[in-house]
Structures are given as C-alpha cells and as structure tokens.
C-alpha cells in the first residue's frame, strides 16, 4: 500500500513542477506536438496501407491521434491561461478587482 501511495506522490510532484514551471511546461508542449507530428506522418504514409486493411486499426490509430491532438490542445490553453496568471502577478495587478 504505501508503494502505491509513494508512486502515487511521485507522479503529483513531478506533474506540479512540470505545470507550475513555464519553460518545462513549454518543452512538454513541444514533445507532445512532435510526437503528433510523427503520428500523422506514419498514418498518411507508411502505414496508410496497413490502417486501411481495417476498420478498426484505423479507427484506433486516428482515434489515438486525435486524443493525443485534443490532449496537446487542453495544455495549450493551459498554458495560456497560467501566462495570464503570472503576468498579472508579475504586475501586482489584483485578480479579484477584474471580476468587479
């Protein structure tokens, strides 16, 4: 039990660092859309043969794609909204005072 619960406060803190921190969360970004790319690259050309033998094989492999596309799409905003957050910190501007 307390390996699982370890493994468990592993992973929160290394998603923490990675999402609190604008340069690691930027590298993460651009590992997700180069793996994207390389997906997209392999289902248009040399697996178009392959998925196409199969419904299935192909509605799994573009479903993945697309899942993977949606995922890097969340973090973009993310990404964006934490920016917001930290320039207006930066700035001293109050977050309370915006919603008046």
Known sequence: MSQQSTGWLMAKAIAEVTLRDRKRRRQFMS??????IVLFVLGVWPLSN???QGLWRFLVFWGGTAF????????AIYDALAVI??????LGIDQDSDAS
């Open 68 to 75: 993977w596309c949606c995922f890097l799409l969340l973090m």
């Open 31 to 36: 590992g997700l859309l180069l793996v994207l």
């Open 85 to 90: 957050r930290e320039e207006k910190q930066k």
């Open 50 to 52: 392959w998925l196409g």
